[in-house]
């Protein structure tokens, strides 16, 4: 089966934006007080053109979805296909939540993205958004009791995940601020944020793993596990478990050894040298968790091992 490229590349995408969209806004919330979030991040433009940007790649991804269902060109748009789609499919119904839900996370981040309760529905907002597509995926594939586990994991591992791309989006653009703009107070904070994320990263590894075994168990299954290198989902799938290992292992030195060492150099007014370690550190888990995303969006347009029993 040749893959649709097309389609993969947006549903990365979309992964990456809401995740963004998702994460960065709470890593606001539990990582920032109302005060300094105005000044530390430009949450306005970052969240706004996340929201709008979603909305644009949502639309895409619903016109390349029905295409693919119904056999026929991208181009020109289908409009009865997308009609069929998003009035008679559970994924239809996910798509028309998922823009409502963007629309308010945009609107509430133009009004005043920096203030708690603005920026509080856009955490809830584009949680649902987010949320919405696990109905795309495999999340969906099962029916009764099965099926909400299953949804119910699917959903808990996209809304962990997002938390900790959008943190990784906030602690990147703390550490990256100009020199000419890094201040004692500046400092501080994001000192406090690297501490405060290594205590909420703790829940969010834990939810990632206990519901990553619960996919796994429902899509490759006991049977299949020792035979994944067989097929390219298998294959696909230990790439991805071997990053987020990586992952955890940058994530453990960046708690344990890099946050203490620049709380240290920030008592001795020596920043640099370990501030520029954590920019380094940060960097490479954030392309390790890009490529996971990347590999999210491929595998869930391949047939799990389990589904083919």
């Known amino acids: 089966m040749e893959a649709d490229w097309p389609l993969i590349a947006v549903r990365?995408?979309?992964?990456?934006?809401?995740?963004?969209?998702?994460?960065?806004?709470?890593?606001?919330?539990?990582?920032?007080?109302?005060?300094?979030?105005?000044?530390?991040l430009a949450f306005r433009p970052w969240l706004l053109g996340a929201g709008l940007l979603a909305l644009l790649l949502s639309g895409i991804a619903i016109a390349l979805l029905a295409a693919a269902m119904a056999g026929t060109p991208p181009w020109p748009i289908d409009r009865e296909a997308i009609g069929m789609l998003l009035s008679d499919s559970a994924t239809g119904t996910a798509w028309k939540i998922r823009m409502?839900?963007?629309?308010?996370?945009?609107?509430?981040?133009?009004?005043?993205?920096?203030?708690?309760?603005?920026?509080?529905?856009?955490?809830?907002?584009?949680?649902?958004?987010?949320?919405t597509l696990a109905w795309?995926?495999?999340?969906?594939?099962?029916?009764?009791?099965?099926?909400?586990?299953?949804?119910?994991?699917?959903?808990?591992?996209?809304?962990?995940?997002?938390?900790?791309?959008?943190a990784l989006l906030g602690l990147g653009l703390l550490v990256t601020r100009p020199a000419r703009?890094?201040?004692?107070?500046?400092?501080?904070?994001?000192?406090?944020?690297?501490?405060?994320?290594?205590?909420?990263?703790?829940?969010?590894v834990g939810t990632i793993v206990v519901t990553g075994l619960v996919n796994a168990w429902l899509l490759v299954g006991v049977v299949n596990a020792l035979n994944l290198g067989v097929t390219l989902y298998g294959r696909l799938l230990m790439t991805k478990l071997l990053l987020f290992l990586a992952m955890l292992g940058l994530a453990s030195v960046n708690r344990f050894r890099l946050t203490p060492a620049f709380e240290r150099s920030i008592a001795n007014g020596d920043h640099p040298?370990?501030?520029?370690?954590?920019?380094?550190?940060?960097?490479?888990?954030?392309?390790?968790?890009?490529?996971?995303?990347?590999?999210?969006?491929?595998?869930?347009?391949?047939?799990?091992?389990?589904?083919?029993?």
């Not at 990456?16 to 105005?38: I, K």
């Not at 107070?185 to 829940?203: D, K, S, V, Y």
């Open 136 to 166: 795309t995926g495999h999340g969906a594939m099962d029916e009764g009791a099965t099926g909400w586990v299953h949804l119910a994991a699917d959903i808990l591992h996209l809304l962990s995940a997002g938390a900790w791309v959008g």
């Open 100 to 131: 409502i839900a963007l629309v308010v996370a945009s609107i509430a981040a133009l009004m005043a993205a920096w203030r708690t309760m603005p920026l509080a529905l856009v955490v809830i907002s584009s949680g649902v958004a987010l949320a």
């Open 12 to 40: 990365f995408a979309l992964y990456l934006t809401l995740s963004g969209l998702f994460g960065l806004s709470a890593f606001g919330l539990y990582g920032l007080q109302e005060g300094e979030r105005g000044d530390a």
């Open 181 to 204: 703009r890094i201040d004692a107070a500046h400092l501080t904070l994001t000192h406090r944020a690297l501490h405060g994320f290594g205590m909420i990263g703790t829940i969010v």
């Open 273 to 309: 040298g370990a501030l520029g370690a954590l920019r380094r550190s940060l960097a490479i888990e954030t392309a390790c968790v890009v490529l996971i995303l990347a590999l999210v969006a491929w595998l869930g347009t391949l047939e799990p091992p389990a589904s083919a029993m």
